[in-house]
């Protein structure tokens, strides 16, 4: 097998030895599974990139009966680590198997940053409400009456989790909250 390593522009589409290591390292995935799925992803995306609409696109197929669209732009902003507009493969199958594969711990952890909209390593009520919001949109939770509405889930959720009282969490008191709530947790992070 020849190395791709002589070439010295790398194209969006193809994939070198680094990146293979990089997964093999990252995901749980192995050599073969991150070579199909790399196929499978040039067939869905022909540039090696995945735009915001193909991505929501993609993602509404694991969602046919809820409003993905709302739900989708905040996991796309998590998975878009390089903040380029765009998802590379590498950022994509890290995504997946933090999702599909990890321990709880990680998902939670994914799940803070996509709560953490404006990324100041803290979540306050305003956040977390879009999301719930997202979330019930997603699942298509029709019930947003009284206890059940974003907002009084949310002032729930902080008074539980919020333990210094600062009216924001912390990635460590979110986490923490969420492993402790079996509820929360599958709120919060539905498959954690």
């Known amino acids: 097998m020849g190395s791709d390593s002589s070439k010295s522009k790398k194209r969006a589409t193809t994939l070198t030895e680094e990146e293979i290591q990089l997964l093999l390292k990252n ?28 991505f929501i696109e993609v993602y509404k197929q ?38 599909s594969h990890g321990d709880i711990k990680e998902k939670l952890n994914m799940a803070f940053n996509m709560y953490d909209i404006d990324k100041n390593g803290k979540v306050d009520a305003k956040e977390m409400e879009q999301i719930v919001t997202a979330i019930y949109d997603l699942l298509g939770e029709e019930n947003r009456k009284g206890e059940n509405s974003p907002s009084k889930r949310v002032e729930k959720i902080m008074t539980k989790l919020d333990l210094n009282g600062d009216r924001t969490l912390t990635k460590d008191e979110f986490i923490n909250g969420c492993l402790q709530d079996d509820f929360l947790k599958n709120l919060l992070a539905p498959n954690a």
């Open 27 to 54: 995901t749980h995935f192995n050599r073969q599974q991150i070579n199909e799925w790399h196929a499978g992803f040039l067939k869905d995306c022909s540039k090696g990139k995945l735009d915001k609409k193909k």
């Open 62 to 99: 694991f969602y046919p009966t809820g409003k993905a669209d709302k739900f989708c732009s905040h996991v796309f902003k998590t998975f878009d680590t390089d903040n380029s507009g765009e998802i590379d493969f590498v950022e994509f199958l890290i995504a997946i198997s933090v999702t």
